[in-house]
T-cell receptor, first 106, second 127 residues
């Protein structure tokens, strides 16, 4: 299976900050998704195909990367952005997820 | 707008069979999407269980021998059965709507991106 490693495991930031979350795959991939999960809720797809923002997702979210290294960037953090973020590779069977990055308010 | 709602027993005894239902509304499950099941536990994180499109299924090899996913198009339901459960199967189980992918033979098969999710249902395996 492709292993997905996220860093950091957790992150504290303030409203208005810019944050980046990285995701590394154990093998080169060509498709990667990012999800946001809030406590007690299901994950929500934010970005697909590495950099494609899903409908309704604010433009302060962006995704980039290629090969094995990928980044989720959130500019100008808003209160509703504090959540856990997961990357997921959809290139190879079986699809696999990172263990998540928890974003807390500082 | 599609809505997915998981249901089933919250408590299952070890060695028994876990059976869950995903009721889909706002979209016909026999239209152009596949359907998947995933689970989330503190120990293993998010894990894909498997998916189904029409008659084609695909399962996580780590669970393959214990899992079956099926459809009831008349009820617009997606089902999950998992046999011989242990405490390690304790998790929140989600169903999801999944875009198709095309395999090497040009056939539509269950994909690996999870566009829409149900709220999840907690299943605890304990005697």
């Amino acid at each position: 299976d492709i292993q997905m490693t996220q860093s950091p495991n957790s992150l504290s930031a303030s409203v208005g900050d810019r944050v980046t979350i990285t995701c590394r795959a154990s093998h080169p991939i060509i498709s990667l998704e990012w999800y946001q999960q809030k406590p007690g809720k299901a994950p929500k797809l934010l970005i697909d195909g590495i950099s494609h923002l899903r409908s309704g997702v604010p433009s302060r979210f962006s995704g980039s990367g290629s090969g094995t290294d990928f980044i989720l960037t959130i500019t100008s953090l808003q209160p509703e952005d504090f959540a856990t973020y997961y990357c997921q590779q959809s290139s190879f069977y079986p699809p696999t997820f990172g263990h998540g990055t928890r974003l807390d308010i500082k | 707008q599609v809505q997915l709602q998981e249901s089933g027993p919250g408590l299952v005894k070890p060695s028994e069979t876990l059976s869950l239902t995903c009721a889909v509304s706002g979209y016909s499950i026999s239209s152009g999407y596949s359907w998947g099941w995933l689970r989330q536990s503190p120990g293993k994180g998010l894990e894909w269980i498997g998916g189904i499109y029409s008659g084609a299924t695909s399962y996580n090899p780590s669970l393959k021998n214990r899992v079956a996913i099926s459809l009831d198009t008349s009820a617009n339901h997606v089902y999950l059965k998992m046999t011989s459960v242990t405490a390690a199967d304790t998790a929140v189980y989600f169903c999801a709507r999944v875009p198709l992918r095309v395999n090497d033979f040009g056939e539509g098969v269950p994909g690996y991106r999870f566009d829409d999710w149900g709220q999840g249902t907690l299943v605890t395996v304990s005697s």
